[in-house]
């Protein structure tokens, strides 16, 4: 296709130039010039040549004269270039310092200079040398004052100065003109300086600027909601705050878990027992079976036999397990509490299952045993090895890791076929 249209290009400039010569031929022109007692007599169509040549030569001359001047520049600006790629490629790397040196000489070239800055602003930061990240900010501002505001801000709040950060950032995002970094910024400075209201009402604008994944987003959603539930200085403060939010920011396992303990802590255990119940109908989650098992109350006989019959469903889920173990040491059914703990540790070993396991032996009176699964439960919070149990006083011999079969059926009643 491309090989008929040079073709036909090339027809149409022949026809064209064939009526411009034939109309130039009946009429060439003439061009008269004299100056200082020369004449110089011409066709039109010469002159324009002429000209057009003249104007070539002066041209080539003068980039013949510039070169020596311009070889330097060009050199400069290929020696900046390659330095600002390695420097970027030692941020990446972690070689802080050499990224550094390295974009702070390419900075000298007046293009490559706000970024160049950014970048060795954010390198300066990663080492702590935040004194002189903040003193690149500061020439950085001069070139590109909006990207340099937001990497202030980030280095002030790793400095441990979040409240400057919120300060730096508020008078944009009060006129809405913050771009999508200095929201992410915002909410991060704002979580850390204990403004979660201002966090809060910062999450909307962030959501609309696209500039996080889904995930993403939703995982910092948690952690400003969360953090907001925590700041809540008393029952009251705390329901109206659980009532004010939206409904879909209800429903994160994280923010439930929160509200949760919050609320029982203040002793409102009804309306903690009834969102961790409602939530786990909606969805199972490992973390509200886990809360749902450490709360306290008075109805833990009743909220037992009503985790005991989600084993059905979730044999092989440990944070069941767990729960079901810690409510039978509260009740004092040492008989139920080993064999859930026990399994529960088989699939996944925690620091919260060998101390319930230790205070189960604790309340059986061997003392000894108890000792063994506590120092377990700290070995495993320091990430040092355990001391596995005697067979002996493992129900049946050893610990059974081995998974519950369970059939599982599709909407239309038929047996899924494991992979």
Known sequence: MTLWRWILALVIVAALAAFGWHWVAEDPGYVLVRFHGYTVQTSLLAAVVI??????????????????????????QRTSRQRLADGLVALMEGRHGDAERDLHRASRLDTLRGPALLAAAEAASRRGEHARALEALDQASQVAPRAARVVRARVLRRDGKPAEALALLTPEADSGNLSPGGWRELVLAAVAAGDTRRARNALEPLQKSGVMSTRAYNALESVVLVASIQAAGDGAVL?????????AQRRAPAVIDAYAR??????????????VESALRREWSPQLVETYGALAGDDLDARLRRAEGWLDAHPNDPSLLLALGRMSVRLQFWGKARPYLERSLALMPTASAWEGLGDTYNGMGDAALAQRCYRNAMAITRG?????LPESVVVGGKLDTRPIAIEERDVHGVPRLKE
């Open 239 to 247: 329901n109206t705050l659980w009532s004010q939010l939206p409904k």
């Open 51 to 76: 000209l057009i040549l003249a104007w070539i030569a002066i041209a080539a001359l003068w980039r013949a004269v510039r070169w020596p001047f311009g070889a330097y520049s060009r050199r400069h």
């Open 262 to 275: 919050k609320a029982a802590s203040y002793g409102l255990m009804l309306p903690a027992m009834d969102e």
């Open 384 to 388: 040092e090895a355990i001391e596995p």
